[in-house]
């Protein structure tokens, strides 16, 4: 099939595939952000390794993206070995220690372990903390496995010397309708594809590493920190008073020692893509001289690149209930996945343009299927956005106004999980909320040609 050909079938798929009410919601197909999400493991994972694979691996990927695939979908931390020379180049180990301000200084940064050049420990170099050295170690895996080319061959459809735009003509949503292009528009999109910068560039890998650990030793050293302080500062009191203050920090050690603590730390990547990069793209790969070189050039060529945007790291108690009917492993897959969502809800309100976009599912009220998964809160500002096309018929969200997360409306417990731990009214009976989050304001938007995002 011809490009003309595949260009006039795909655009036939319609920008909106119907519209979403609230009580029986059908996905809306519409233009959204890709994303890849890798799992870091590490040597930390240890006796844990195997159930964070488990629910990591079960995770349901989020709906507000598109999910772009790539080969390798895992980073072994502790597969990676850095030279110094790579370290000297990251910053590290160029200050020598040598007098007792020098050490002093190095003590401003205590988590940068010391690396001794004399068997007297009279000469050292500081090297990075723990995650300085794993941010390391993920920039040589990018580099080594190539993960700006994996997302392009994704992109690209690419298998040897071929290449094809249909992913790009399936996730630009081009037009509402093919009637709506003649032949001569659908030629000038077709040519000018590679210059829809803002599709391809919102296209992000995120990087989790899990961990979770008990709390029950922390809770120890804690109330033994603390009874040592305890019977240091209350030492000339009464025996009894001290007694009641230690029978205290027991108290809250029983209380505090069940369960686990679960971190997520997620590292938020960007695929490179703007007027240059595109230009030098059509140099090769449009190139007719160059069609038996194709993929020799792309296996070879630099211009694939993603940047680094940020990263997030989140933490969750898990704690165990009287009479809970889930068992631990059950628990901790829960709370796994929670705190997977909670990494990448802070990485979208810090990050714009990793912010999602939820289409509007009614009106008066303006509602919409997002909630405490995506990290929803009371007091937060949505900008509506309506679709408008350019020149070439790319689409192109323009906000159009404000509304506001309702205060008097609950927001929406779409949180893994929820449907098995509901709100209880006073009777004790399991309150069942709306399938939606309620918007304050917004009178002329409507469902279908509408959608949200988050404005602050």
């Known amino acids: 099939m011809n490009l003309k050909t595949n260009f006039a079938a795909l655009l036939g798929i319609t920008l ?110 500081q090297g990075p903390d723990k995650g300085e050295l794993l941010q390391l170690k993920l920039q040589k895996y990018i580099s080594q496995k190539n993960i700006a080319r994996q997302m392009f061959d994704t992109w690209f459809n690419r298998k040897g010397n071929d290449i094809n735009k249909n992913l ?53 050293l804690a109330r033994d920190l603390a009874k040592a302080e305890a019977r240091k500062k209350m030492a000339a009191m009464p025996p009894a008073m001290l007694q009641k203050s230690l029978d205290q920090l027991d108290t809250v050690y029983e209380r505090t020692k069940e369960g686990y603590t679960v971190i997520c730390t997620s590292f938020l990547y960007q695929l490179e ?20 070189k194709r993929g020799q050039i792309w296996d070879t060529t630099s211009i694939f690149k993603i940047k680094f945007v940020g990263k997030s790291t989140t933490s969750s108690i898990v704690t165990f209930k009287i009479g ?32 999602p976009v939820a289409p509007v ?33 790319f689409p192109r969200y323009k906000s159009i106004g404000k509304v506001k997360v309702d205060k008097k409306q609950p927001i929406w417990d779409n949180r893994i999980g929820a449907d098995q731990e509901p709100a209880l009214d006073a009777s004790g009976n399991p309150v069942v909320g709306p399938a939606f989050t309620s918007f304050a304001g917004g009178k002329k938007v409507q469902p279908g040609i509408h959608f949200l995002r988050l404005l602050k």
Do not use: C
């Open 273 to 292: 893509w703007d007027a240059a990069v595109a230009e030098k793209f059509k140099g090769y790969f449009e190139n007719s001289e160059l069609m038996a």
């Open 324 to 355: 809970e009917k889930r068992t631990e492993e059950q628990i901790i897959d829960l709370q796994i996945k929670r705190v997977m969502d909670n990494s990448l809800a802070r990485l979208q309100k810090n990050h714009v343009q990793f912010r």
């Open 168 to 220: 790009l003509l399936e996730r630009g949503k081009y037009s509402a309708s093919a009637e709506k292009m003649d032949d001569a528009k659908q030629a000038a999109l077709a040519e000018n594809l590679y210059e829809d910068y803002e599709l391809i560039s919102n296209t992000y890998t995120v990087f989790q590493k899990l961990n979770f650990f008990p709390n029950e030793p922390v809770a120890a």
């Open 16 to 125: 909106f595939a119907g519209l979403q009410a609230q009580d029986a919601p059908t996905p809306l197909d519409y233009r959204r952000s890709s994303m890849t999400m890798v799992l870091i493991e590490d040597d930390d994972l240890g006796k844990s390794k195997n159930l964070v694979i488990k629910s990591y691996n079960s995770y349901p990927f989020p709906d507000k993206y598109n999910k772009h695939e790539i080969a390798d979908k895992k980073f072994d931390a502790a597969a990676i070995k850095l030279t110094d020379a790579e370290f000297l180049a990251a910053g590290f180990y160029k200050d020598t220690f040598k007098t007792p301000m020098d050490f002093l200084k190095a003590a401003k940064f205590p988590l940068r372990p010391l690396r001794y050049l004399k068997a007297d420990s009279s000469v050292a170099v």
């Open 361 to 393: 599912s009614s009106a008066a009220p303006v509602t919409a299927r997002i909630g405490m998964k995506e990290g929803i809160e009371e007091n937060q500002t949505f900008e509506v956005l309506a679709i408008e096309f350019n020149e070439f018929g």
